[in-house]
């Protein structure tokens, strides 16, 4: 009778340390899926922001492109004032 007294206390005490590393686990595979989700939600804005910084940088470079556009027309316009009759001159 002592042995299986104390055997079933053996497979209870195990029972116990087998239920505790199932809930370790399921803890462990529930953090998991809530780090996977957050890294999903960085890797989307981080997209968002690439497309945001691309967007932003063909803009810049288009004003640049019309601005150098514009300075050369002032530039033509300011040269062409520069005629030897009226004695002005651009250095």
């Known amino acids: 009778m002592d042995y ?5 206390r053996e497979l209870e005490d195990e029972l116990d340390r087998v239920k505790s590393r199932v809930l370790s686990t399921a803890e462990v595979d529930a953090r ?3 780090l996977t989700k957050e ?3 960085v890797d989307l804005m ?5 497309m945001e910084k ?3 940088i ?3 470079d288009l004003e640049i492109g019309q ?7 002032n530039y033509s316009s300011v040269m062409k004032l520069n005629i030897p ?3 002005l001159y651009l250095q």
């Open 67 to 73: 601005t150098k556009v514009s300075t050369c027309i």
């Open 39 to 41: 890294l999903q939600d």
């Open 58 to 60: 063909r803009v810049a």
């Open 4 to 8: 299986l007294q104390q055997k079933n």
């Open 54 to 56: 691309d967007k932003v």
């Open 85 to 87: 009759e009226k004695g």
């Open 46 to 50: 981080a997209q968002e922001l690439q």
């Open 32 to 34: 998991n899926y809530e």
